[in-house]
């Protein structure tokens, strides 16, 4: 029995959890790991292996073909990813029908961070990880980033290191929940997002680091540094309720997680709002052969499927060499998009509590609809020529903010593994008066506790959102409140 | 802007509102509805209409054809539901590949209850509706069963009665969540779960009766009366947490809602373990033309759409004549399941506490691989030659149960406007020492609090298993603890 083994101890969501996160996110660097190892160690992993990827045509991946019936890309294992086609249509009034390709990855992988308490202070073991599509090749990763085929090992590599601590039952498991990634791009997939604690010898691997929350949360500062998978592991991690006093934005953020706050809109509001629409928008997905796709604004060649209009995306092929990947040379395809994405979250106090704006935001790939996304989530350049009223509601503010309203600002890479050069700039600011309190319609105004509430659940806050949250993690433990009042 | 208009008083899901389920819930009868005010009513609907089904081939269905290209089962609209192809592969030890016929229907429909509180007491409007596929044709439905096509008009029918009052905004809102339907035979299909509250006249129509919760738990004593609309919204109603002394069945239960009675497994584990069976169970579902699934295992003809050796389920055509629905004549397909359903929820004391056996079950249409289902669900006729190692877990100790452990018997239908005559036995039974206090792989003993706090996400509990707990709940407000100590 799984279960049954498990330490009995309450470890998910408890409070004591939660403030023992705290310390750790509030601890920058420790003897463990001091900041300046963490540079060194960091520049030496990237020295240390060779990679090198090179763009080739969807031809010429071995092991992946253009299926005779379909014309889905596929690899010869069955395994590991298809680009295949899907036809979604939504409700009159967004988009009505359209045809694209997608990233199909049925199976449900693992992204697992190890942690383990040293001096009294959790720690939790990132790896450094070359990923084919990085823009800097080399990130920062959770533990385990492993899929189904890996664990299953379909692609015969070398094992993967430290995946037997995610193993049930053997060791107390701290975070753990399926969550969504970019609807856009993938028809309903999901991955484990899962933290273990450990009070195990821990053999630490030449490409592998402890690392504090709070140092994690101080990279975030860095770009293209903490890759995204550790950003989603990372804002699953609840950070505990307290109601400092001060007038400062840090402290209307931790604000925002008290359960005495009074948010805007009850809990239950949140949901039945939620709810609402997703029953309100309609969005039938059809997965058509990726042929059906072709012919019209989409086109094939050798080198790669994309648009006549070059807007949006593109799949494209990589060849690989790396001297320290479980397989150590490899084709495959990549997503690529045309332009580079802006995240933006914006915030406001009310009553000196801080509250996020999010949006309801129906993807193509969606599993439920409409997941809550980010105040603004684009590719602005797409919308360089667009009419005023049809541009992204508060993209225009966001783009014309003062600089003393952005309290994050930083270029963030999305996962490396599927997408090539993949890139979003995320912002958080504090909105004024020209964004109103009476949010539009599919708009909402949450407070941070509302968001980590409803985490544990998956299916609620998008891949962006969730990556936004912890930028603003890291302000709300930087806790730097000189900045303004 | 939708939630500012909302009541800014909490409702779902706070105490105060879930002890007012259960005055509800104990109020058996009230003069506003006195039993014996129900009795008479719903005999007199279920005679001041004429209902007329009959079996018709599928080939006779008006407005229903077999698509040209792939044999899908549509209507002409494009509307309503479609009977489509799966493909379903799951890991090896469960089953590893099949195809079957699913209904398609990706809209979400409303389930909408309407409360008013009279003399103190909330009051729940309820439906004696007819549906062509229900083994007693009229049920009790909730105040509004209505497609995205019902609401958008797309059958030409007379409006929905009432379905103004859950409009967004308008009034309290008590329960709201997206809850899924039947697995087996739907992909990926879910419905909005609703209660909202007015303090506005309601003209109640003929067809409508004001019913407490409490006389709604005790119709659920009879059998076919409380159609499975009904069970899955008043499923959704939280009962409040309380810690009542006491050594019978009931009190046990109702310990089972209080915070402070310690489960088994903390909540966190509880998550974690669902989310492990999740990632663990591979579920690749993929849509293939019915076409495909015929010449093998299943077969058409004019009349039907079935297995060749009688199991599981069959596809059939009825032709419908009533008085006092929208549409006054229709044909219309419905899946026949070959035999009886067995739902089975095995409860057990611990520390005084009662916890109920629950399974992470994979179905083939499942939206997230496996949910939480009843200790057992099976059609016991399949398996009436099955060696005893591949019998459903519990499945013979259910079948040989002694009277004395029986808390709960009784046969209800399932969704009478997609089956056809498919109905369930359920069971709620006391474990004895036969059944092991440590759960085998695959099941877990919860409370019915940890049920309740899952309940507003969905997803989480199967229509089966909701349905099972209103069973439950018709003991735990019976408070009869009279039959044992």
Redesign the interface.
């Given at each position: 029995?799984?279960?049954?083994v498990?330490d009995?101890?309450?470890?998910?969501?408890?409070d004591a959890t939660a403030w023992r996160f705290l310390r750790s996110a509030l601890t920058p660097a420790t003897p463990t790991a001091p900041d300046g190892h963490f540079d060194e160690w960091f520049a030496r992993r990237c020295g240390a292996n060779a990679f090198e990827v090179d763009r080739v045509p969807l031809t010429a991946l071995p092991g992946w073909h253009f299926d005779d019936g379909t014309g889905d890309l596929r690899h010869e294992s069955g395994r590991f990813f298809t680009v295949a086609g899907l036809l979604a249509r939504t409700d009159p009034g967004w988009r009505a029908e359209w045809r694209q390709p997608i990233i199909l990855q049925?199976?449900?992988g693992?992204l697992g961070i190890l942690a383990k308490e040293f001096d009294g202070v959790l720690h939790f073991l990132m790896q450094a990880k070359m990923e084919p599509g990085n823009a800097t090749i080399v990130q920062l990763s959770p533990t385990v980033q492993a899929t189904?085929s890996n664990y299953t090992g379909v692609h015969r590599g070398a094992a993967i290191k430290y995946l037997e601590f995610f193993a049930?039952g053997r060791h107390r498991?701290l975070v753990?929940?399926?969550q969504s990634e970019q609807g856009s791009w993938f028809l309903h997939k999901?991955n484990?997002n899962?933290v273990v604690e450990t009070s195990d010898d821990v053999a630490v691997d030449d490409d592998f680091c402890w690392l504090t929350l709070g140092q994690i949360l101080g990279l975030l500062r860095r770009e293209n540094v903490v890759n995204m998978d550790s950003r989603t592991v990372v804002s699953c991690i609840p950070l505990p309720p307290e109601a400092p006093a001060g007038e400062g934005f840090a402290a209307s953020l931790r604000r925002s997680m008290s359960r005495e706050a009074e948010p805007l809109?009850?809990?239950?509001?949140v949901?039945?709002?939620l709810?609402?629409m997703?029953?309100?928008h309609?969005?039938?997905?059809?997965?058509i052969p990726l042929d059906a796709v072709l012919g019209g604004e989409w086109f094939r060649d050798d080198e790669r499927i994309a648009r006549r209009d070059g807007r949006f995306f593109s799949v494209i092929g990589v060849d690989v060499r790396a001297s320290n990947r479980e397989v150590r040379s490899w084709g495959q395809p990549l997503l690529a998009p045309a332009r580079p994405g802006l995240v933006g979250l914006l915030v406001k106090r009310h009553r000196g509590v801080a509250h996020v704006l999010v949006q309801a935001r129906v993807e193509a790939g969606a599993?439920?609809?409409a997941e809550l996304g980010p105040s603004v989530h684009c590719q602005p350049d797409n919308y360089r020529d667009a009419e005023p009223g049809t541009r992204p509601a508060f993209l225009d503010w966001l783009l014309a903010v003062p600089a003393g309203r952005l309290h994050y600002d930083a270029v963030q890479s999305e996962e490396g593994g599927r997408f090539y050069h993949a890139v979003n700039r995320y912002v958080v600011a504090e909105a004024d008066e020209a964004v109103p309190d009476?949010?539009?319609?599919g708009y909402?105004w949450v407070t941070l506790r509302q968001l980590t509430m409803l985490m544990?659940?998956?299916?609620y806050l998008n891949v962006e959102l969730r990556s936004a949250l912890v930028c603003v993690h890291s302000l709300w433990c930087a806790g730097s409140d000189d900045d303004e009042s």
């Open positions: 029995m799984v279960v049954a498990l009995r101890t309450p470890a998910i969501g408890d049925p199976e449900i693992t189904r049930p498991v753990d929940s399926l999901r484990r899962i809109h009850p809990d239950g509001q949901l039945s709002w709810t609402g997703r029953a309100q309609e969005l039938i997905q059809q997965r599993a439920v609809v009476e949010a539009p319609d909402l544990p659940h998956g299916n």
